[in-house]
């Protein structure tokens, strides 16, 4: 696999897009956990459309419940893919409130798509357990996930 | 990482055999239908670990079936097929895949390149428009909730009652574009909100719609039964599936069915394999919420094809009776299906997971329709926008070898990544264009992902099962102009 380095909104590695064959992946960064999904999700933002031209102007509370860390991780950014596709909302930054194995909660910053300034790059349509990965180093937090799209 | 190491016995140019004994849990050994030289590709990812896996499943039946189109997946592989014992079996939404019945839909006209080529930028023009791709816009039908419901029942049937298409369209779709069972109670709320609003869209990714000049004939008599007569005859290929709304079906069962296989103590090598028994009511419930979701595609399907039909009508100046715009068959290429296949003379009903592989049944089989009875199923095998499809017909060694299975398409070659990296979506549009292929697209960047380059040669995938007998060919057409969402 083939690994193509991808920065974001200046900050040092908030995460790497990586290849899959038929699909896409992202390996997501962070010094702490919350830090790490909140980059998880930016870059899922960041395979949908150019998230620098996402405006913050609405906000959305999320409450994630799960049965570990790794599938929370999952059904935090498929909750996120259900938002754009079901209500068409794009988000940009996410300040993750409180975070367990069990639990996330999470205020996500963004707003409507707008096919006027938003350009659909890759219609993303889930969050897979394919070579899903949560680990920790001495930097701190990585995940990697694969998306089908 | 490293290719795939395993062994692997030659049974013959066509088919080779990852044997039981490769890993431990393996319950049937692997069969590969490829060339030597098509295997080296494959042999590059973990694809054929994924082959091996899957012969873990339960009440696995016969092989882990590989078709030449293969290429990596989730838990299964993509051009894969696995027959399960309804009795002792397993069904898993990974064996289906997300994108629950992608499909194919052929349709046929009286129209001659000749007459098509001057108008083919308006006839494109006029597709992208009328058919919606639903990616950042909103569909053309808008169902309410209690319409969402009574779609997902019936399945094509539902946009034929709204005027979409007709009664014969039905005959001429696998299982008359409806699957049995479908239950709306199965499928959450999330799920309904994502479809409300896609549906009869194209999306995106690999979908699209594509305008075809018939280049080949190979079977003439079994080709003039689809209504494909000449060479330079113009046909439509419509290639989409269940969107978003299969998508969320497949998340939320994967979940239930993750859980459901501790329970049920079914050890899993790969948790994208999640499955339950196909007896269990977690198996019952994904079957019931899967045949909605097969039935949204093929509503989808039947209201592309009529849009489709409209615009041709619109281009041309004449209704599409007179441009003899009659559908040739529609296909799924990623289902569960419950068959009846006879194993060692014994009648056996079956789960059959096909996941980029299409149903290839023989002449005489009930499965197939009338006017295909004589023939066998018509099989729809789209290539890359840039190559060739094919039009194909199921076999009797089909049904005795594969459980009447056979490939689906071209199969990646490249990466999404690998092959943006490598080309620009503006580059391949010229290049398309100076080979007198017209190409709209709502994304212009993502039409590398797509490119010819990105797609192994359909042709190659076509040669083997027709050489193995597992399909045999009728004719071959290439793009004159393409729509992708």
């Known amino acids: 696999m083939k690994i193509t380095c991808y920065q974001a909104r200046k900050m040092d590695k908030a995460f790497k897009i990586i290849d899959h064959t038929a699909d896409v992946g992202v390996i997501a960064f962070g010094a702490d956990v919350k830090q790490l999904f909140s980059n998880a999700a930016l870059a899922l933002f960041s395979l949908i459309t150019d998230t620098e031209s996402i405006a913050e102007k609405l906000q959305r509370d999320l409450k994630i419940n799960s049965d570990g860390r790794d599938n929370l991780l999952v059904e935090w950014l498929n909750e996120l893919i259900y938002l754009f596709d079901a209500e068409q909302t794009l988000f940009n930054r996410f300040e993750i409130e409180s975070l367990s194995h069990k639990q996330l909660k999470a205020t996500c910053y963004g707003e409507k798509f707008d096919p006027s300034r938003h350009k659909i790059k890759t219609g993303v349509k889930a969050a897979t357990y394919h070579m899903l990965k949560v680990d920790k180093n001495n930097d701190g937090y990585m995940a990697q996930v694969i998306f089908d799209v | ?485």
């Open chain 2, 1 to 485: 990482m490293t290719g795939w190491q395993g062994q692997l016995i030659k049974i013959d140019d066509y088919r080779w055999q990852i044997p039981q004994s490769y890993k431990l849990g393996m319950k049937v050994p692997g069969l590969i239908y490829a060339s030597e030289a098509m295997l080296k590709s494959i042999r590059e990812e973990q694809t054929l670990e994924q082959v091996a896996n899957v012969a873990f499943l339960p009440g696995i039946v016969g092989y882990s079936f590989a078709m030449p189109d293969i290429h990596w997946g989730y838990g299964f592989p993509i051009g894969g097929v696995a027959a399960m014992d309804i009795e002792n079996g397993v069904i898993s939404p990974g064996g289906v895949g997300y994108d629950i019945n992608c499909g194919v839909r052929l349709l046929r006209t009286n129209l001659h390149e000749a007459e098509v080529r001057p108008k083919i930028k308006q006839l494109i023009n006029e597709l992208f428009v009328n058919v919606p791709s639903g990616l950042g816009s909103e569909g053309k039908i808008k169902v309410s909730r209690k319409e969402m419901e009574q779609l997902m029942v019936e399945g094509a049937r539902w946009a034929v009652r709204h005027g979409l298409g007709s009664e014969e369209d039905l005959d001429v779709t696998e299982g008359g574009g409806c699957i049995k069972g479908a239950n709306p109670g199965k499928i959450s709320d999330k799920a309904v909100k994502r479809g409300m609003p896609q549906a009869g869209t194209l999306g995106s990714g690999n979908h699209f719609l594509e305008v075809q000049v018939v280049k080949e004939i190979f079977e003439p008599n079994i080709a003039s039964v689809m209504g494909i007569t000449e060479i330079g005859q113009v046909l439509v290929l419509i290639h989409t599936g269940s969107r978003g709304f299969g998508h969320q079906v497949c998340t939320d069962h994967l979940r239930v069915m993750e859980e459901a296989a501790s329970r049920y103590g079914i050890k899993l090598p790969d948790r994208q394999l999640a499955c339950a028994p196909i007896g269990s009511q977690e198996g019952k419930d994904y079957l019931a919420a899967m045949a909605c979701a097969a039935n949204y595609a093929w509503n989808n399907r039947q209201c592309i094809a009529h849009w489709a039909r409209e615009s041709f009508s619109k281009v041309f100046g004449k209704n599409p009776e007179e441009l003899g715009m009659r559908q040739v068959y529609d296909v799924c290429h990623n289902i569960a299906k419950i068959e009846e296949h006879t194993i060692g003379g014994r009648q056996l009903k079956l789960c059959v997971h096909r996941k980029g592989a299409t149903r290839a049944f023989p002449a005489g089989h009930k499965g197939v329709p009338e006017r295909y009875k004589e023939t066998g199923q018509p099989v729809l095998i789209p290539g890359d926008m840039g190559r060739c499809s094919f039009i194909a017909v199921g076999t009797q060694k089909a049904m005795e070898e594969t459980f009447g299975s056979t490939c689906h398409g071209a199969g990646r070659a490249l990466s999404r990544g690998a092959a943006k990296r490598s080309l620009r979506g503006r580059d391949v549009m010229r290049e398309l264009e100076e080979r007198g292929i017209t190409i709209k697209a709502g994304s212009i960047p993502s039409l590398a992902e797509e490119a010819s380059q990105a797609y192994k040669d359909v042709t190659q995938v076509i040669d083997i099962v027709h050489e193995a007998g597992i399909s045999k060919k009728v004719a071959m057409a290439v793009p004159l102009g393409v729509i992708k969402g």
